[in-house]
């Protein structure tokens, strides 16, 4: 993984030095594409290349200049059009997954317009270079729609734009020329690209004013040497941060060489771009998998999400993943969180455990397990490290994804998991003085386990059926659902 970040970053970095003496020279042309230039009287020529998709491998080639390729490639302005643009580029080609969206779009939404933006002559330059002629490419978009506007009254709110890294903040320049009333309806933004737009004011970059409803996945946003691929601030109303957002499950070294062998010599690219291009997958995922779309959770940040306590849905505090997201304008960003899995379909079900420890008298740091029974699966044996020493009253809490939907939770197993070594100290503690042995029972006392599911909003507590939740090291033992949890019970204010 190291490696993998390290050779990225160095790409990056001397993409950026090359680029600094071209951007010394060109400055002063930049400052000419401004806003408002659709109103140049002279046709407009496009640099980019926007093809219809047919379907299969099959595109038909529009040119906003001659209206008639509209009609022959079978544009049809009463249905919904979605563009789909490409971000930076190494070798000059249309990547793979392109053709995987466009499918996965007409898969759902047969009807669909969808259009791809080839803008690769000029994404294939040095990073700076490619990043000054984004909003080239956003105005070539601008313009097309603007035609679509003027000659065949087409809805701007019809049009959902969907671009990767460079291409998120060219869908975002798109929506930033339109001078119109009219606003485009949504964009997506597939891990907008982080260099020369982290921290830039929101006419520099892609942001929720450029279209009626903005959303984000961040999926690589690790930071190394002050750069990261992936821009790490909010950009959207909603912004996605899957497994935190800095780098993906599945991504790291030792899926290189399944990719080596997978794809070839290809595979270590495939590598580099694995959790850049995981935002791209998670988009195609929510339209596959209809029955298994993403939740998540608005959080501060990451470290507060993986305590748990952030599985919310109330006020819009959660929303879906992807193409079925609930829109929802808020004023401001949005930061959601979840985790996934490392492969399609992607989902993982959210469950926050809230353990209270009561009368704790031995300090201890201890290694629980937990299996979880529902009515329809069981959960199989999940781990809990506690960081921390437990003493007193204390109430943990924590989060545990599984990727299967248990129904409704019934029983609930622990198991104190003690440290074979201590276990071996005891044992000849215990030789040495054998009549102290009820000083062998070190004793850890649950109280109430609540748990709480986040795709269900569900809470269910569970009391321990013997013992009052005395627990000995190495013991299971079996909580079920609390005698006072009846269906009409008033429900508590507090929030887990
Ligand atoms: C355009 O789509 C609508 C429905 O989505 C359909 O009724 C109409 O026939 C289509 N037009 C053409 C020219 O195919
Ligand atoms: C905890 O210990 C106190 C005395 O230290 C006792 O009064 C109380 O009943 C105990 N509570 C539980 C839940 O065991
Ligand atoms: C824990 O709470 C119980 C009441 O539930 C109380 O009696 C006891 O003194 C508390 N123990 C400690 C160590 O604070």
Redesign the pocket.
Request: net charge positive.
């Given at each position: 993984m190291f490696v993998v970040k390290v050779l990225w970053c160095l790409l990056l970095i001397y993409h950026l030095s090359e680029g600094k003496k071209i951007k010394g020279i060109r400055a002063g042309g930049v400052e000419t594409e401004q806003r408002g230039v659709l109103r140049e009287k002279e046709p407009h020529v496009s640099s980019s290349i926007f093809r219809l998709f047919l379907g299969g491998e099959d595109t038909c080639t529009l040119d906003p200049l001659q209206l008639h390729t509209l009609t022959s490639c079978g544009f049809n302005s009463s249905n919904p059009l979605i563009i789909i643009t490409h971000g930076w580029s190494v070798d000059g080609m249309m990547e793979s997954w392109v053709m995987r969206l466009a499918t996965a779009v007409r898969t759902n939404l047969i009807d669909a317009n969808v259009v791809l933006t080839d803008w690769l002559s000029l994404a294939q330059q040095h990073y700076p270079v490619a990043v000054q002629r984004t909003r080239t490419v956003g105005k070539d978009i601008a313009h097309l729609l603007q035609t679509l506007q003027e000659h065949y009254k087409y809805p701007l709110r019809n049009a959902h734009l969907i671009g990767y890294s460079l291409g998120a903040h060219i869908s975002g320049f798109a929506g930033s020329f339109l001078t119109g009333q009219e606003k485009i309806g949504r964009i997506t933004g597939l891990d907008p690209a982080g260099p020369l737009f982290e921290g830039m004011s929101t006419t520099d970059r892609l942001s929720p004013d450029d279209a009626e409803f903005v959303d984000a996945i961040h999926t690589f946003t690790h930071e190394r040497m002050g750069l990261s691929v992936g821009i790490k601030q909010a950009v959207a109303h909603y912004d996605f941060y899957p497994n935190g957002g800095d780098f993906q499950p599945g991504c790291d070294l030792q899926n290189i060489y399944e990719h080596i062998s997978q794809y070839g010599i290809l595979g270590f690219g495939q590598t580099v771009k694995c959790a850049h291009e995981r935002s791209v997958h998670l988009f195609i995922d929510s339209l596959l998998n209809k029955d298994k779309q993403s939740m998540a959770y608005r959080c501060s940040d990451n470290s507060a999400f993986d305590k748990g306590v952030c599985l919310d849905c109330r006020k819009n505090r959660c929303n879906t993943l992807g193409y079925d997201i609930k829109k929802v304008r808020t004023g401001t960003s949005k930061r959601l969180y979840l985790k996934t899995r490392s492969r399609m379909p992607y989902k993982l079900y959210h469950y926050q455990f809230r353990i209270q420890f009561?009368?704790q008298t031995e300090k201890v740091e201890p290694s629980l397990t937990i299996s979880l029974t529902g009515t329809k699966e069981e959960s199989g044996a999940v781990d809990i490290t506690f960081n921390e020493k437990i003493s007193g009253n204390k109430t943990f809490t924590f989060l545990i994804t599984l990727d299967r939907d248990l129904g409704e939770l019934m029983l609930l197993n622990m198991r104190w998991e003690a440290s074979p070594l201590w276990e071996n100290v005891w044992d000849k503690v215990q030789t040495i003085i054998p009549w102290r042995t009820w000083e062998r029972k070190r004793l850890l006392?649950v109280?109430k386990v609540s748990v709480k599911a986040g795709e269900t909003q569900k809470r269910t507590s569970f009391c321990s059926m013997t013992n009052?939740g005395q627990m000995e090291a190495s013991e299971d033992i079996v909580f079920v659902r609390c005698k006072e949890e009846r269906p009409k019970r008033p429900r508590r204010k507090d929030n887990l």
């Amino acid at each position: 993984m190291f490696v993998v970040k390290v050779l990225w970053c160095l790409l990056l970095i001397y993409h950026l030095s090359e680029g600094k003496k071209i951007k010394g020279i060109r400055a002063g042309g930049v400052e000419t594409e401004q806003r408002g230039v659709l109103r140049e009287k002279e046709p407009h020529v496009s640099s980019s290349i926007f093809r219809l998709f047919l379907g299969g491998e099959d595109t038909c080639t529009l040119d906003p200049l001659q209206l008639h390729t509209l009609t022959s490639c079978g544009f049809n302005s009463s249905n919904p059009l979605i563009i789909i643009t490409h971000g930076w580029s190494v070798d000059g080609m249309m990547e793979s997954w392109v053709m995987r969206l466009a499918t996965a779009v007409r898969t759902n939404l047969i009807d669909a317009n969808v259009v791809l933006t080839d803008w690769l002559s000029l994404a294939q330059q040095h990073y700076p270079v490619a990043v000054q002629r984004t909003r080239t490419v956003g105005k070539d978009i601008a313009h097309l729609l603007q035609t679509l506007q003027e000659h065949y009254k087409y809805p701007l709110r019809n049009a959902h734009l969907i671009g990767y890294s460079l291409g998120a903040h060219i869908s975002g320049f798109a929506g930033s020329f339109l001078t119109g009333q009219e606003k485009i309806g949504r964009i997506t933004g597939l891990d907008p690209a982080g260099p020369l737009f982290e921290g830039m004011s929101t006419t520099d970059r892609l942001s929720p004013d450029d279209a009626e409803f903005v959303d984000a996945i961040h999926t690589f946003t690790h930071e190394r040497m002050g750069l990261s691929v992936g821009i790490k601030q909010a950009v959207a109303h909603y912004d996605f941060y899957p497994n935190g957002g800095d780098f993906q499950p599945g991504c790291d070294l030792q899926n290189i060489y399944e990719h080596i062998s997978q794809y070839g010599i290809l595979g270590f690219g495939q590598t580099v771009k694995c959790a850049h291009e995981r935002s791209v997958h998670l988009f195609i995922d929510s339209l596959l998998n209809k029955d298994k779309q993403s939740m998540a959770y608005r959080c501060s940040d990451n470290s507060a999400f993986d305590k748990g306590v952030c599985l919310d849905c109330r006020k819009n505090r959660c929303n879906t993943l992807g193409y079925d997201i609930k829109k929802v304008r808020t004023g401001t960003s949005k930061r959601l969180y979840l985790k996934t899995r490392s492969r399609m379909p992607y989902k993982l079900y959210h469950y926050q455990f809230r353990i209270q420890f009561v009368n704790q008298t031995e300090k201890v740091e201890p290694s629980l397990t937990i299996s979880l029974t529902g009515t329809k699966e069981e959960s199989g044996a999940v781990d809990i490290t506690f960081n921390e020493k437990i003493s007193g009253n204390k109430t943990f809490t924590f989060l545990i994804t599984l990727d299967r939907d248990l129904g409704e939770l019934m029983l609930l197993n622990m198991r104190w998991e003690a440290s074979p070594l201590w276990e071996n100290v005891w044992d000849k503690v215990q030789t040495i003085i054998p009549w102290r042995t009820w000083e062998r029972k070190r004793l850890l006392n649950v109280g109430k386990v609540s748990v709480k599911a986040g795709e269900t909003q569900k809470r269910t507590s569970f009391c321990s059926m013997t013992n009052e939740g005395q627990m000995e090291a190495s013991e299971d033992i079996v909580f079920v659902r609390c005698k006072e949890e009846r269906p009409k019970r008033p429900r508590r204010k507090d929030n887990l």
